[in-house]
Protein backbone atom coordinates (compact mmCIF):
# COMPACT_ATOMS: atom_id res chain seq x y z
CA UNK A 1 0.00 0.00 0.00
CA UNK A 2 1.52 2.95 -0.76
CA UNK A 3 1.85 5.80 1.64
CA UNK A 4 -0.09 9.10 1.44
CA UNK A 5 1.84 12.21 0.19
CA UNK A 6 2.11 14.04 3.28
CA UNK A 7 3.66 17.72 2.99
CA UNK A 8 6.32 19.79 5.07
CA UNK A 9 3.23 22.06 5.97
CA UNK A 10 1.37 18.91 7.11
CA UNK A 11 4.36 17.40 9.05
CA UNK A 12 5.39 21.01 10.81
CA UNK A 13 2.08 21.39 12.20
CA UNK A 14 1.60 17.90 13.25
CA UNK A 15 5.25 18.69 15.48
CA UNK A 16 3.39 21.38 16.97
CA UNK A 17 0.58 20.10 17.82
CA UNK A 18 2.19 17.02 19.59
CA UNK A 19 4.37 19.31 21.58
CA UNK A 20 1.53 21.85 22.70
CA UNK A 21 -0.83 19.13 23.05
CA UNK A 22 1.13 16.13 24.77
CA UNK A 23 5.03 17.15 25.51
CA UNK A 24 3.91 20.25 27.40
CA UNK A 25 1.42 18.95 29.13
CA UNK A 26 3.17 15.84 30.69
CA UNK A 27 5.62 18.77 31.94
CA UNK A 28 3.36 20.56 33.80
CA UNK A 29 2.04 17.57 34.98
CA UNK A 30 5.28 16.31 36.23
CA UNK A 31 6.14 19.61 37.97
CA UNK A 32 2.57 19.84 39.61
CA UNK A 33 2.86 16.51 41.07
CA UNK A 34 6.46 17.46 42.19
CA UNK A 35 5.51 20.46 44.08
CA UNK A 36 2.64 18.85 45.64
CA UNK A 37 5.21 15.84 46.58
CA UNK A 38 7.71 18.19 48.28
CA UNK A 39 4.95 20.22 50.06
CA UNK A 40 3.23 16.99 51.13
CA UNK A 41 4.88 17.03 54.58
CA UNK A 42 3.43 20.68 55.18
CA UNK A 43 -0.02 20.11 54.90
CA UNK A 44 -2.53 18.16 57.12
CA UNK A 45 -3.05 14.64 56.64
CA UNK A 46 -6.60 15.41 55.73
CA UNK A 47 -6.95 18.10 53.19
CA UNK A 48 -9.98 20.13 51.39
CA UNK A 49 -10.63 18.32 48.05
CA UNK A 50 -13.88 20.36 47.60
CA UNK A 51 -15.22 24.00 48.02
CA UNK A 52 -18.91 24.74 47.68
CA UNK A 53 -20.97 27.53 46.47
CA UNK A 54 -19.90 30.03 48.93
CA UNK A 55 -16.37 29.08 48.20
CA UNK A 56 -15.84 27.36 51.67
CA UNK A 57 -14.46 23.56 51.68
CA UNK A 58 -16.92 21.07 52.58
CA UNK A 59 -15.36 17.52 51.13
CA UNK A 60 -11.93 16.47 52.62
CA UNK A 61 -10.04 13.69 51.37
CA UNK A 62 -6.56 12.50 52.37
CA UNK A 63 -3.52 14.73 51.22
CA UNK A 64 -1.93 12.12 48.78
CA UNK A 65 -5.27 12.42 46.96
CA UNK A 66 -4.29 15.50 44.98
CA UNK A 67 -1.28 14.80 43.33
CA UNK A 68 -2.42 11.55 42.63
CA UNK A 69 -5.91 13.07 41.18
CA UNK A 70 -3.08 15.71 39.06
CA UNK A 71 -0.89 13.07 37.70
CA UNK A 72 -4.23 10.94 36.37
CA UNK A 73 -5.81 13.95 34.89
CA UNK A 74 -2.74 15.71 33.61
CA UNK A 75 -2.00 12.04 31.92
CA UNK A 76 -4.83 11.16 30.60
CA UNK A 77 -5.86 14.47 29.25
CA UNK A 78 -2.31 14.52 27.33
CA UNK A 79 -2.87 11.04 26.40
CA UNK A 80 -6.32 11.58 24.78
CA UNK A 81 -5.33 15.03 22.73
CA UNK A 82 -1.82 13.06 21.65
CA UNK A 83 -3.80 10.23 20.93
CA UNK A 84 -5.11 12.60 18.35
CA UNK A 85 -2.54 14.47 16.89
CA UNK A 86 -0.65 11.13 16.88
CA UNK A 87 -3.01 9.74 14.21
CA UNK A 88 -3.77 13.01 12.40
CA UNK A 89 -2.18 14.12 9.25
CA UNK A 90 -1.21 10.56 8.30
CA UNK A 91 -3.32 10.88 5.10
CA UNK A 92 -1.63 14.66 4.46
CA UNK A 93 -4.12 16.32 5.68
CA UNK A 94 -4.68 19.44 8.13
CA UNK A 95 -6.58 22.27 9.45
CA UNK A 96 -7.88 24.73 11.95
CA UNK A 97 -9.67 22.11 14.24
CA UNK A 98 -6.86 20.18 15.08
CA UNK A 99 -4.92 23.37 15.70
CA UNK A 100 -7.80 24.61 18.17
CA UNK A 101 -7.94 21.14 19.66
CA UNK A 102 -4.30 21.16 20.10
CA UNK A 103 -4.85 24.70 22.11
CA UNK A 104 -7.89 23.23 24.22
CA UNK A 105 -5.64 20.32 25.33
CA UNK A 106 -3.00 22.99 26.72
CA UNK A 107 -5.51 25.27 28.25
CA UNK A 108 -7.14 22.47 29.59
CA UNK A 109 -4.73 20.75 31.45
CA UNK A 110 -3.17 24.09 32.34
CA UNK A 111 -6.13 25.14 34.35
CA UNK A 112 -6.72 21.57 36.14
CA UNK A 113 -3.53 21.39 37.02
CA UNK A 114 -2.96 25.38 38.43
CA UNK A 115 -5.98 25.00 40.38
CA UNK A 116 -5.26 21.38 41.91
CA UNK A 117 -1.77 22.72 42.80
CA UNK A 118 -2.59 26.14 44.06
CA UNK A 119 -5.30 25.01 46.35
CA UNK A 120 -2.69 22.12 48.13
CA UNK A 121 -0.34 25.13 48.39
CA UNK A 122 -2.88 27.12 49.88
CA UNK A 123 -3.61 24.62 52.78
CA UNK A 124 0.13 24.29 53.88
CA UNK A 125 0.80 25.39 57.17
CA UNK A 126 -2.72 24.37 58.11
CA UNK A 127 -3.57 22.46 61.22
CA UNK A 128 -7.21 21.30 60.16
CA UNK A 129 -8.13 21.68 56.69
CA UNK A 130 -11.50 23.00 57.52
CA UNK A 131 -9.94 26.00 58.29
CA UNK A 132 -8.30 26.24 54.04
CA UNK A 133 -9.19 29.82 52.42
CA UNK A 134 -11.56 30.26 49.67
CA UNK A 135 -11.10 28.23 45.99
CA UNK A 136 -11.67 31.74 44.48
CA UNK A 137 -7.95 32.89 44.02
CA UNK A 138 -6.85 28.66 43.18
CA UNK A 139 -9.98 29.21 40.62
CA UNK A 140 -8.59 32.64 38.95
CA UNK A 141 -4.90 31.56 38.82
CA UNK A 142 -6.37 28.48 37.06
CA UNK A 143 -8.31 30.25 34.77
CA UNK A 144 -5.45 32.80 33.54
CA UNK A 145 -3.14 30.02 33.41
CA UNK A 146 -5.26 27.89 31.44
CA UNK A 147 -6.29 31.17 28.77
CA UNK A 148 -2.70 31.68 28.72
CA UNK A 149 -1.56 28.15 27.69
CA UNK A 150 -4.32 27.94 25.48
CA UNK A 151 -3.33 31.25 23.34
CA UNK A 152 0.06 30.80 23.64
CA UNK A 153 -1.05 26.88 22.16
CA UNK A 154 -2.87 28.33 19.47
CA UNK A 155 -0.10 30.82 18.30
CA UNK A 156 2.64 28.11 18.44
CA UNK A 157 1.11 25.99 15.75
CA UNK A 158 1.26 26.95 12.60
CA UNK A 159 -1.61 27.87 10.38
CA UNK A 160 -1.78 25.20 8.27
CA UNK A 161 -4.75 23.90 5.86
CA UNK A 162 -4.54 20.99 3.56
CA UNK A 163 -8.20 19.36 2.84
CA UNK A 164 -9.63 16.70 1.15
CA UNK A 165 -12.82 18.77 1.11
CA UNK A 166 -13.22 18.32 -2.31
CA UNK A 167 -14.98 15.77 -4.87
CA UNK A 168 -13.30 12.68 -5.16
CA UNK A 169 -15.26 11.32 -7.97
CA UNK A 170 -17.88 12.45 -10.58
CA UNK A 171 -21.53 11.86 -9.50
CA UNK A 172 -22.74 9.10 -11.71
CA UNK A 173 -26.08 10.12 -13.75
CA UNK A 174 -29.07 8.04 -12.52
CA UNK A 175 -31.89 7.74 -15.05
CA UNK A 176 -35.54 7.42 -13.61
CA UNK A 177 -38.63 6.57 -15.84
CA UNK A 178 -41.53 8.53 -15.07
CA UNK A 179 -43.16 7.26 -11.58
CA UNK A 180 -39.73 4.52 -11.12
CA UNK A 181 -39.16 4.33 -7.37
CA UNK A 182 -35.96 3.63 -6.40
CA UNK A 183 -33.36 2.98 -3.09
CA UNK A 184 -29.88 3.22 -2.77
CA UNK A 185 -29.40 1.46 1.11
CA UNK A 186 -25.47 1.17 3.55
CA UNK A 187 -24.69 0.72 6.63
CA UNK A 188 -21.52 3.31 7.82
CA UNK A 189 -20.02 2.13 11.01
CA UNK A 190 -17.39 3.90 13.33
CA UNK A 191 -13.78 3.03 12.59
CA UNK A 192 -11.81 1.04 14.66
CA UNK A 193 -9.51 3.50 15.96
CA UNK A 194 -12.32 5.82 17.15
CA UNK A 195 -14.11 3.02 19.18
CA UNK A 196 -11.11 2.36 20.60
CA UNK A 197 -10.49 6.28 21.89
CA UNK A 198 -14.07 6.31 23.05
CA UNK A 199 -14.08 3.63 24.88
CA UNK A 200 -10.68 4.69 26.21
CA UNK A 201 -12.12 7.77 27.65
CA UNK A 202 -15.25 5.70 29.01
CA UNK A 203 -12.98 4.08 30.94
CA UNK A 204 -10.56 7.06 32.07
CA UNK A 205 -14.16 7.96 33.45
CA UNK A 206 -14.75 5.32 35.40
CA UNK A 207 -11.67 5.18 37.12
CA UNK A 208 -11.99 8.79 38.01
CA UNK A 209 -15.10 8.34 39.17
CA UNK A 210 -14.36 5.45 41.39
CA UNK A 211 -10.78 6.86 42.73
CA UNK A 212 -13.01 10.04 43.59
CA UNK A 213 -15.52 8.01 45.28
CA UNK A 214 -12.98 5.84 47.60
CA UNK A 215 -10.96 8.89 47.86
CA UNK A 216 -14.43 10.38 49.24
CA UNK A 217 -14.61 13.67 46.56
CA UNK A 218 -17.61 15.10 45.15
CA UNK A 219 -16.03 15.00 41.99
CA UNK A 220 -17.03 11.47 41.97
CA UNK A 221 -20.52 12.05 40.65
CA UNK A 222 -19.00 14.00 37.77
CA UNK A 223 -17.08 11.44 36.38
CA UNK A 224 -19.52 8.77 37.31
CA UNK A 225 -21.84 10.80 34.97
CA UNK A 226 -19.65 11.41 32.26
CA UNK A 227 -18.79 7.82 31.82
CA UNK A 228 -22.63 7.32 31.68
CA UNK A 229 -22.62 10.36 28.50
CA UNK A 230 -19.80 8.79 27.23
CA UNK A 231 -21.18 4.91 27.33
CA UNK A 232 -25.01 6.07 25.84
CA UNK A 233 -22.64 8.23 23.05
CA UNK A 234 -21.17 4.33 22.34
CA UNK A 235 -24.12 3.07 22.20
CA UNK A 236 -25.94 5.94 19.70
CA UNK A 237 -23.32 6.99 17.52
CA UNK A 238 -21.36 4.35 16.58
CA UNK A 239 -23.28 2.37 13.68
CA UNK A 240 -25.88 4.11 11.18
CA UNK A 241 -28.35 3.15 8.29
CA UNK A 242 -28.04 5.63 5.82
CA UNK A 243 -31.06 5.32 2.87
CA UNK A 244 -31.75 7.73 -0.11
CA UNK A 245 -35.26 7.13 -1.68
CA UNK A 246 -38.46 9.41 -2.38
CA UNK A 247 -38.28 10.89 1.43
CA UNK A 248 -34.84 12.49 0.39
CA UNK A 249 -31.59 11.40 2.15
CA UNK A 250 -31.90 9.63 5.88
CA UNK A 251 -29.18 8.61 8.81
CA UNK A 252 -30.26 6.27 11.25
CA UNK A 253 -28.87 5.27 14.23
CA UNK A 254 -28.97 1.48 14.78
CA UNK A 255 -30.23 2.57 18.48
CA UNK A 256 -33.07 4.60 16.04
CA UNK A 257 -31.94 7.38 17.87
CA UNK A 258 -30.91 9.93 16.96
CA UNK A 259 -32.25 10.31 13.41
CA UNK A 260 -30.95 13.02 10.62
CA UNK A 261 -32.54 13.52 7.28
CA UNK A 262 -32.27 15.98 4.56
CA UNK A 263 -35.70 15.61 2.56
CA UNK A 264 -35.47 15.90 -1.57
CA UNK A 265 -37.70 19.33 -1.41
CA UNK A 266 -34.64 20.62 0.68
CA UNK A 267 -31.48 19.86 -1.93
CA UNK A 268 -29.48 22.32 -3.37
CA UNK A 269 -26.95 19.68 -4.03
CA UNK A 270 -25.60 16.36 -3.63
CA UNK A 271 -21.88 15.61 -4.04
CA UNK A 272 -18.73 13.27 -3.09
CA UNK A 273 -16.37 14.20 -1.14
CA UNK A 274 -13.73 12.59 0.93
CA UNK A 275 -13.08 13.22 4.65
CA UNK A 276 -10.76 13.02 7.09
CA UNK A 277 -12.05 13.39 10.51
CA UNK A 278 -9.31 14.66 12.78
CA UNK A 279 -8.62 17.31 9.86
CA UNK A 280 -11.84 18.68 9.11
CA UNK A 281 -13.91 17.81 12.31
CA UNK A 282 -11.63 17.41 14.94
CA UNK A 283 -12.84 13.68 15.67
CA UNK A 284 -15.52 11.38 14.65
CA UNK A 285 -19.23 11.36 15.65
CA UNK A 286 -21.52 13.96 15.46
CA UNK A 287 -19.32 16.65 14.37
CA UNK A 288 -19.87 20.64 13.36
CA UNK A 289 -16.53 21.49 11.75
CA UNK A 290 -15.55 25.03 12.08
CA UNK A 291 -16.36 25.93 8.13
CA UNK A 292 -20.51 25.31 9.41
CA UNK A 293 -20.36 21.86 7.95
CA UNK A 294 -22.17 19.44 9.90
CA UNK A 295 -21.45 15.81 9.63
CA UNK A 296 -22.12 11.96 10.86
CA UNK A 297 -18.59 11.36 10.87
CA UNK A 298 -17.54 7.54 11.68
CA UNK A 299 -14.74 7.14 9.32
CA UNK A 300 -11.97 8.81 7.02
CA UNK A 301 -13.12 7.98 3.40
CA UNK A 302 -15.95 9.13 0.68
CA UNK A 303 -18.78 10.48 1.82
CA UNK A 304 -22.11 12.14 1.04
CA UNK A 305 -22.00 15.98 1.07
CA UNK A 306 -25.63 17.50 0.66
CA UNK A 307 -25.86 21.26 0.28
CA UNK A 308 -29.13 22.37 1.76
CA UNK A 309 -31.80 25.18 -0.17
CA UNK A 310 -30.85 27.69 2.99
CA UNK A 311 -27.00 27.04 2.30
CA UNK A 312 -26.10 24.73 5.22
CA UNK A 313 -24.22 21.57 4.33
CA UNK A 314 -24.85 18.10 5.72
CA UNK A 315 -22.23 15.16 6.09
CA UNK A 316 -22.30 11.64 5.97
CA UNK A 317 -19.17 9.21 5.79
CA UNK A 318 -20.27 6.36 4.07
CA UNK A 319 -18.96 3.75 1.06
CA UNK A 320 -20.87 3.97 -2.11
CA UNK A 321 -21.14 7.49 -2.08
CA UNK A 322 -21.51 7.99 -5.41
CA UNK A 323 -23.80 5.75 -6.13
CA UNK A 324 -25.98 7.16 -3.12
CA UNK A 325 -25.45 10.91 -3.99
CA UNK A 326 -26.35 10.45 -7.92
CA UNK A 327 -29.77 8.74 -6.94
CA UNK A 328 -30.37 11.48 -4.38
CA UNK A 329 -29.09 14.18 -7.28
CA UNK A 330 -31.53 12.43 -9.62
CA UNK A 331 -34.52 12.00 -7.16
CA UNK A 332 -34.38 15.90 -6.07
CA UNK A 333 -34.27 16.70 -9.37
CA UNK A 334 -37.57 14.90 -10.12
CA UNK A 335 -38.83 16.19 -7.52
CA UNK A 336 -38.22 19.98 -8.23
CA UNK A 337 -39.57 19.29 -11.89
CA UNK A 338 -42.78 17.98 -10.69
CA UNK A 339 -43.41 21.24 -8.41
CA UNK A 340 -45.70 23.26 -10.17
Known sequence: MTRPNVSEPVRRARRAYLVVALWVPLALTAVAVALMLIWLPEVPSTIAVHWGGDGQPDGFGPAWSAPLMAAAVGCGLAALFGAIGWGAGRAGEWGPTLRFLGALGCGTTAFLLVLVTASFAAQRGLADAAGAASIGLPLLLGLG????????????????????????????????????????????????????????????????????????????????????????????????????????????????????????????????????????????????????????????????????????????????????????????????????
Open 145 to 340: AGAAAGVVAWFAQPAVSVSGCSPTAAVPDVALAEGEHAAWLRTTTMSRPAMVAILGVTLLMAALAVAAGVLGGALGWLFALLALLFTVLTATSCVFRVSVSDAGLRVRSVAGLPRFGVPLADVQSATVVRVDPTAEFGGWGFRLGLDGRFGIVLHAGEAIQVVRRHGRTFVVTVDDAATGAGLLTALAARSRAARP
